[in-house]
T-cell receptor, first 111, second 113 residues
Framework: SQELEQSPQSLIVQEGKNLTINCTSS?????LYWYKQKYGEGLIFLMM?????EEKSHEKITAKLDEKKQQSSLHITASQPSHAGIYLCGADEFRTYKYIFGTGTRLKVLA | SAVISQKPSRDICQRGTSLTIQCQVD?????MFWYRQQPGQSLTLIATANQGSEATYESGFVIDKFPISRPNLTFSTLTVSNMSPEDSSIYLC??????????FGSGTRLTVV
């Protein structure tokens, strides 16, 4: 079965610092989604990547999917306390009709 | 982390009928979340279900269409009512897992014909 592993598991950064979260798949990705979950709330969709080499940005968050479509990174520029939460990558598992999710990255931003 | 048993895993339903999806958690949790993912789209939060109170629905989702029950701290159901082909989606429940973050059910793939 396909697995998604995120790194790091948790991250504490000072406000204003840049950071990167990685999501590595054990198999080729056919659609990679990034979500954010604030503590005590549901998932918020951030971005979807489908093509190798694709890069998307929204405000201060940029997500990339590598050419081989097995790894994605989420980069936050000049982090703010509002960026705090759990970041999650998710994907459709090829041919099994299952949803798989990454292990999650818990981000804290210190003011 | 919590373990969620979600069923059914998939179903094919006639339009106009209703389907109830169940999620059983192996531990007590305060909040449960229900999501929908339509083909080719991202997960969308339908509602948040707290035990002992009415579910809180997100914009675009109403209780008459997606009634939710939360009778205790380990169980919840989502009903998709008066189904149409546009309701064909994957439905997921989720709980917060405390220090481990979150857990998702395995999903229910619904096809409405």
């Amino acid at each position: 079965s396909q697995e998604l592993e995120q790194s790091p598991q948790s991250l504490i950064v000072q406000e204003g610092k840049n950071l990167t979260i990685n999501c590595t798949s054990s198999k080729t990705l056919y659609g990679l989604y990034w979500y954010k979950q604030k503590y005590g709330e549901g998932l918020i969709f951030l971005m979807m990547l489908q093509k190798g080499g694709e890069e998307k940005s929204h405000e201060k968050i940029t997500a990339k999917l590598d050419e081989k479509k097995q790894q994605s990174s989420l980069h936050i520029t000049a982090s703010q306390p509002s960026h705090a939460g759990i970041y999650l990558c998710g994907a459709d598992e090829f041919r099994t009709y299952k949803y798989i999710f990454g292990t999650g990255t818990r981000l804290k931003v210190l003011a | 982390s919590a373990v969620i048993s979600q069923k059914p895993s998939r179903d094919i339903c006639q339009r106009g009928t209703s389907l109830t999806i169940q999620c059983q958690v192996d531990s007590q949790v305060t909040m449960m979340f229900w999501y929908r993912q339509q083909p080719g789209q991202s997960l969308t939060l339908i509602a948040t279900a707290n035990q002992g109170s009415e579910a809180t629905y997100e914009s675009g989702f109403v209780i008459d269409k997606f009634p939710i029950s939360r009778p205790n701290l380990t169980f919840s159901t989502l009903t998709v009512s008066n189904m149409s082909p546009e309701d064909s989606s994957i439905y997921l429940c989720s709980v917060e897992g405390g220090s481990s973050g979150y857990t998702f059910g395995s999903g229910t793939r619904l096809t409405v014909v």
